[in-house]
Antibody, heavy 122, light 106 residues
Framework: EIQLVESGGDLVQPGGSLRLSCTAS????????MHWVRQAPGKGLMWVSR????????NYADSVKGRFTISRDNAKNTLYLQMNGLRAEDTAIYYC???????????????WGQGTLVTVSS | EIALTQSPATLSLSPGERATLSCRAS??????LAWYQQKPGQAPRLVIS???NRAAGIPARFSGSGSGTDFTLTISSLQPEDFAVYYC?????????FGGGTKVEF
């Protein structure tokens, strides 16, 4: 069974930092692009970042560029999101997801982890 | 950035009825459109990719259609487990974007 399990969410003050982790199992992690997608409480979905299977190519949403860093450790089957300079508007459930596509860029999300809640508040 | 507008915001239907959900893109996204289902307290789940390809385990009552800027997700006969929020998403251009969602309620 394919599983993605996020961890690391917490309450943090504005300007603070947090590192999220996502541990994968049930598939060859090192063969897939991976993504982070977030959802503010009661709101819709927003794509945050993605990373190539070998970790050498990354992309970010403009709203997090320069503050967030995506990385991965294929030996540990783990995806990370380092979040610095956190703002109230970063408050959300953060989901990790595997990137898939029948052809072209693997930018469909399947499956998703259960998410981890990040709350930015003083 | 490509905006995706979903309508209606809420669809009130009964089990057995047909649900028709719309997603309109602000620019041509060709066939690079997917649909996700999200139930309360759960993560989203891929339902349809590339306009009309059902994901693994998705029943045949779910179908997708459209091209360019106008897309539709149809649930032919609603089952109790289908009541959820549905989001469309495009991967034609950066950044990847989602629609605001349609809630299918009983």
């Amino acid at each position: 069974e394919i599983q993605l399990v996020e961890s690391g969410g917490d309450l943090v003050q504005p300007g603070g930092s947090l590192r999220l982790s996502c541990t994968a199992s049930g598939f060859t992690f090192s063969s897939y692009w991976m993504h982070w997608v977030r959802q503010a409480p009661g709101k819709g979905l927003m794509w945050v970042s993605r990373i190539h299977s070998d970790g050498r190519d990354t992309n970010y949403a403009d709203s997090v560029k320069g503050r967030f860093t995506i990385s991965r450790d294929n030996a540990k089957n783990t995806l990370y999101l380092q979040m610095n300079g956190l703002r109230a508007e970063d408050t959300a459930i953060y989901y990790c997801s595997r990137g898939v596509a029948a052809a072209g860029n693997p930018n469909w999300f399947d499956p998703w982890g259960q998410g981890t809640l990040v709350t930015v508040s003083s | 950035e490509i905006a995706l507008t979903q309508s209606p915001a809420t669809l009130s239907l009964s089990p057995g009825e047909r649900a028709t959900l719309s997603c309109r893109a602000s620019q041509n996204v060709k066939n690079y459109l997917a649909w996700y289902q999200q139930k309360p307290g759960q993560a989203p789940r891929l339902v349809i990719s590339d306009v009309s390809n059902r994901a693994a385990g998705i029943p045949a009552r779910f179908s997708g259609s459209g091209s360019g800027t106008d897309f539709t997700l149809t649930i032919s006969s609603l089952q109790p487990e289908d009541f959820a929020v549905y989001y469309c998403q495009q991967r034609y251009s950066w950044p990847l974007t989602f629609g605001g969602g349609t809630k299918v309620e009983f």
